[in-house]
C-alpha cells in the first residue's frame, strides 16, 4: 500500500480512537487492534504530528504514580474524520472502476 495513503488512513483510525473520550498510548493501540495492527513505534510518531496540526491536543496526569499523556480530538479532528469520510466514497467509486472487469468475469 503506498506510504502517504497508509499514513492518512492510520491519522484517521487514531482521531478515531480518541473521538469519544481522552484516551492514552496503550489504550489508543488496544482500541485499533480488531481493525489495525499498529505498534508504539508507529503511533507515537502519529500522536506527534496529529498535535503538530492542531487535530488533538495533550494533557499530562498522574496515574498510579507516574505521568501519562492523555490525548483529546479537537474540533479541527473532529472535521478532519467528516472530512475522510467524504473522500473515502471518491475512493470506493474509483475501486469499483478499476474491479469492474474483475466483477463482470465473476459473473
Known amino acids: 500500500m503506498d506510504i502517504q495513503l497508509k499514513r492518512g488512513l492510520l491519522d484517521v483510525c487514531v482521531l478515531k480512537a480518541i473521538k469519544n473520550e481522552d484516551s492514552y498510548g496503550y489504550q489508543i493501540i488496544k482500541d485499533i487492534k480488531p481493525f489495525v495492527e499498529m505498534s508504539e513505534s508507529t503511533l507515537y510518531p502519529i500522536l506527534r504530528r496529529l498535535e503538530a496540526s492542531e487535530l488533538l491536543t495533550v494533557r499530562t496526569a498522574e496515574h498510579n504514580g507516574r505521568l501519562r ?29 478499476v474491479t469492474k472487469e474483475d466483477r463482470d468475469e465473476q459473473e
Open 69 to 97: 499523556k492523555y490525548y483529546r480530538i479537537t474540533d479541527l479532528g473532529i472535521k478532519r474524520i467528516e472530512e475522510f469520510k467524504r473522500e473515502w466514497q471518491e475512493i470506493i467509486s474509483i475501486y469499483n472502476f
